[in-house]
Nanobody, 124 residues
Framework: QVQLVESGGGAVQSGGSLTLSCAFFKFSNSHYRLAWFRQVPGKEREGIAGISSDGTTRYADSVKGRFILSQNNATNTLFLHMNSLNLDDGAMYYC??????????????????WGQGTQVTLSS
């Protein structure tokens, strides 16, 4: 069974940068999609960035141009490089995985394995 472990969260000042990591274990299927979601209390989980096994990437408008995905296939690690962070970026960030390389959108229903989350806290 696929397992996802996020790391890299922490406290950062507005305008700063942070990189989150998602290590995925036992992911033997060659067709998959990975994504980052975030959630604040009282709001729905928001899909912000995704990548598929065929190289397709997708970003939410809220992070486009500021957040960048990269993947290290040798270590099975997905990275989310977050730049120009603002107060609205403070949230619990989750890594998620789904079978199949279709990445038409970033709705949570397309991802069936989730990590435990890592907290990102912004300060002014």
């Amino acid at each position: 069974q696929v397992q996802l472990v996020e790391s890299g969260g922490g406290a950062v000042q507005s305008g700063g940068s942070l990189t989150l990591s998602c290590a995925f274990f036992k992911f033997s299927n060659s067709h998959y999609r990975l994504a980052w979601f975030r959630q604040v209390p009282g709001k729905e989980r928001e899909g912000i960035a995704g990548i598929s096994s065929d190289g397709t990437t997708r970003y939410a408008d809220s992070v486009k141009g500021r957040f960048i995905l990269s993947q290290n296939n040798a270590t099975n690690t997905l990275f989310l490089h977050m730049n120009s962070l603002n107060l609205d970026d403070g949230a619990m960030y989750y890594c998620a995985a789904g079978l199949g390389s279709d990445l038409a959108d970033l709705r949570a229903e397309h991802f069936h394995v989730w990590g435990q989350g890592t907290q990102v806290t912004l300060s002014s």
